[in-house]
């Protein structure tokens, strides 16, 4: 069974940082791509960031130069840095990661976390 369990998020200010990091746990053979989603109030789930293995990073084109996704392979973690954050960055935020279980799962199985919020304070 896998795993797959976010921190770090809370209530912000308008400007300040945050660092989201996601752990994945269990049977696990082998990771591919590791993402981290978003859903607002009222608004569907939307890609914030994804990388590959290899460290190849992708984001959504209205967060570039704010947020950052980054992996460590040997402790099965993906973190985003979020920069300059502002109210309508306020959501829960979900880790996402594609997981081979056994050799064989060739194409692995998408998991997700329970997310975890961010809030603007008034």
């Known amino acids: 069974q896998v795993q797959l369990m976010e921190s770090g998020g809370g209530l912000v200010q308008p400007g300040e940082s945050l660092r989201l990091s996601c752990a994945a746990s269990?049977?696990?053979?082998?990771?591919?791509?590791m993402g981290w989603y978003r859903q607002a109030p009222g608004k569907q789930r939307e890609l914030v960031a994804a990388?590959?293995?290899?460290?190849?990073?992708y984001y959504q084109d209205s967060l570039k130069g704010r947020f950052t996704i980054s992996r460590d392979n040997a402790k099965n973690t993906v973190n985003l840095q979020a920069n300059s954050l502002k109210p309508e960055d306020t959501a829960t935020y979900y880790c996402?990661?594609?997981?081979?279980?056994?050799?064989?799962?060739?194409?692995?199985?998408?998991?997700w976390g329970k997310g975890t919020l961010v809030i603007f304070s008034s």
């Open positions: 996402n990661a594609n997981i081979q279980t056994t050799w064989s799962d060739y194409y692995g199985m998408d998991y």
């Open positions: 269990g049977s696990i053979f082998r990771i591919n791509d």
């Open positions: 990388i590959t293995r290899d460290g190849n990073a």
